[in-house]
């Protein structure tokens, strides 16, 4: 950490450049704790999965609360996080058989869980003649990877890692992604009690068959902000709770005081007499999500800096560096935005500026790596 360096430089937030990616540490430590208060309540084990934030500091204050073992969508990820001390990492992705050398040489470092969902990938592990814990990953429902929850293929393919001597069935994880395009709370808890019906069938399956499932692992952000019960389930795997974001809100996740990262940005260009102005937060700050709302936006600006009620003003179009803003503003007045998809906002930056209130108090390494 360097908080000497960030309070000395930039005390507050208007000393700061801009586009800059804000993290508000109060917020951030209470979303921490009530995921953590949740999952104990429920009974599940909490694997952060850290491609939201990808920040050591952030990883290593959710541990320090209780969670146990990440997630991760990357190799770099992994590494990353296995050269500050993480030791149980799920990489969470159907497996790249292009890298599996790569996660051979990680395995012998640390436990990497390998996700599969075809014999394929199986029969390419077990070739490579290298002890993996392995994870079948189950589709149930979302439809963009895993092995369907009622195919005949789960047992097949959870029979073949099985009999393959150097491979571990460690566990059997799925993501309810398809929450996000839920229409309402009820409808939300409605597809992650079917997530957890699914995984629980899916466990017994196995068991039927004379295969131990390992680990019965789930989650998604809204799927944990309204499930009922995880009773069956071991794991909970959300990522984008620690720090939610616009389109969180929309969904009823949380509320605008739980989103813990926003963008300050300044005005630099503003045509007198006309509304719209031109800020220094384009795609390569807010991405190109265009989140929940008719008609979409890239993000919603705060009635202030201060980052605490939000105005009618939005991000209405982007360019590279270019954010086109709704409204009157002045050259050089900053805003602040409330992004739609943290995720991939807090990719496009460097390190996070680390706030509580309008006190800058530390920055924070954002490891960003593809490689």
Known sequence: MNAG????HAPNLSDLRTPALILDLDVLENNLRVMQERTDALGVRLRPHVKTHKCVEIAELQRSRGASGIAVSTLAEARIFAEAGFDDILWAFPLNLSRIGEAAALSRRVELGVTVDSLTAVEALEAAGVSFPVWLEIDCGYGRSGVPQDSGRVVEIARRISRAGRLALRGCLTHAGHTYGAG??????????????????????????????????????????????????????????????????????????????????????????????????????????????????????????????????????????????????????QVRILPNHACLTVAHFDRFEVVRGRRVVDRWKIRRARD
């Open 5 to 8: 360096n960030a309070a000395t």
């Open 184 to 333: 309402s709370p009820a409808a939300i808890a409605a597809l992650a009690e079917e997530e957890r019906r699914a995984m629980v069938e899916v466990g017994r399956a196995l068991r039927a068959a004379g295969l131990e499932p390992g680990v019965l692992s789930l989650g998604s952000t809204p799927g944990m902000s309204r499930v009922e019960t995880l009773e069956g389930i071991d794991e909970a795997r959300p990522g984008n709770y620690a720090l939610y974001d616009y389109t969180q809100t929309r969904l009823g996740s949380c509320a605008v005081r739980d989103c813990a990262v926003t963008v300050l940005a300044t005005v630099v260009s503003a045509r007198e007499g006309s509304d719209g102005a031109i800020a220094d937060c384009g795609a390569l700050a807010l991405s190109k999500d265009v989140g929940p709302d008719d008609p979409p936006h890239y993000g919603r600006l705060f009635r202030d800096t201060s980052g605490r009620e939000l105005s009618d003003h939005r991000v209405n179009s982007v360019s590279q560096e270019h954010g086109r803003l709704s409204g009157r503003f002045a050259v050089g007045e």
